[in-house]
Every structure is written in C-alpha cells, then in structure tokens.
C-alpha cells in the first residue's frame, strides 16, 4: 500500500473504486473549504450530513458513509469540534481524527477501495497536516491519494507529487 500525493482535486479522483474522506465539524456546520467542491459535484454528501444533524447527534468520531456514485463513497468525518479556535486550541482534534480514520480505512480494506482526499484538517481546522499524516500512515490499510489543487501546490514545499 502506498501513500501518494497527486495535483488535482479530491472531488474528482481518478483511482477509483474510492472512498473520498474529508473533515467536518460536530456542529453541523458546511459551507467553507473543500465541502463546496463536494456540494457542487456531489449534492447528495451535503444533504445526508446535514440530515445526520436533524435526525441525531453525530459526536467527535463518528463517521457518516455516503455513497454518492457507484465508485465514490464520501466519508464525512466529525474530526473537528466547532468551527472556531478557542484561545490557542484550534477545532482539529488529532484523536477524533484518528477515530475517524480507523473506520474509513476498515471499510475501504474490507471493500477494496483506495482513499482520496485533500489535506483535511490542515486549513479552516487549523491542524498540523504532518500531524494528520502521521494519523493516516498510522490507520493506512489500502492505497491512499492526497490531492493538491495546481494552484496551492506552492504552499507545500518538498512535496513530491505523483505523476499518476
């Protein structure tokens, strides 16, 4: 199993069967980042997460399975606590994450799918992104993309992108 990184968009993968997995809050806010690429391409992953919060009361941890296509799954995972940073204490939370990924990892092992994604956590969440690939290399089961928009390739130096 590898871990790739890819210039792209993770709402659009290109090794598919896939779970796309991304990092959501646990107030049932969406409406920043990487979520409007979902939306746009994907309505149906806006509308269940949002469903979740009417019909129950999703926690740190949890995982929402949403299968939007016949070959992406989206993973809305609540790795976030609130939207805002309290004092110096940002809304990522590392163990929640870690949380989130052992589950999307056991089914896209027991399914045999690959995981695609953008660097989540690492943006509006305010996580280290070396942090959270700590976590992923730690849960990994199946290959796994990171995508990186062209234009914010430059923001990540030292990365070595995959040609595939």
């Not at 871990?3 to 779970?19: M, Q, S």
């Not at 919060?53 to 949890?62: H, I, Q, W």
């Not at 234009?151 to 130096?157: I, L, M, V």
Request: hydrophobic share 35%.
């Amino acid at each position: 199993m590898e871990l790739k990184y890819l210039i792209g968009d993770a709402a659009n993968p290109i090794h598919k069967p896939t779970i796309i997995a991304h990092c959501c809050n646990d107030i049932g806010g969406w409406g920043r980042g990487f979520v409007l690429a979902l939306s746009k391409k994907y309505p149906k992953a806006e509308i269940s997460y949002r469903d979740w919060f009417k019909t129950g009361t999703p926690v740190l941890g949890d995982v929402q399975f949403v299968q939007v296509t016949d070959d992406i799954c989206v993973a809305n995972m609540i790795g976030q606590h609130d939207v805002k940073w309290n004092k110096h204490i940002p809304p990522i939370r590392y163990g929640s994450l870690n949380q989130c990924f052992e589950q999307v990892y056991e089914k896209a092992h027991d399914e045999k799918l690959t995981v695609s994604m953008p660097r989540l956590g690492a943006a509006l969440a305010g996580g280290s992104w070396y942090e959270v690939e700590k976590i992923i290399k730690l849960q990994m089961t199946v290959d796994s993309y990171i995508y990186t928009l062209e234009q914010q390739k430059n923001e990540w130096p030292g990365t070595i992108y995959s040609a595939d």
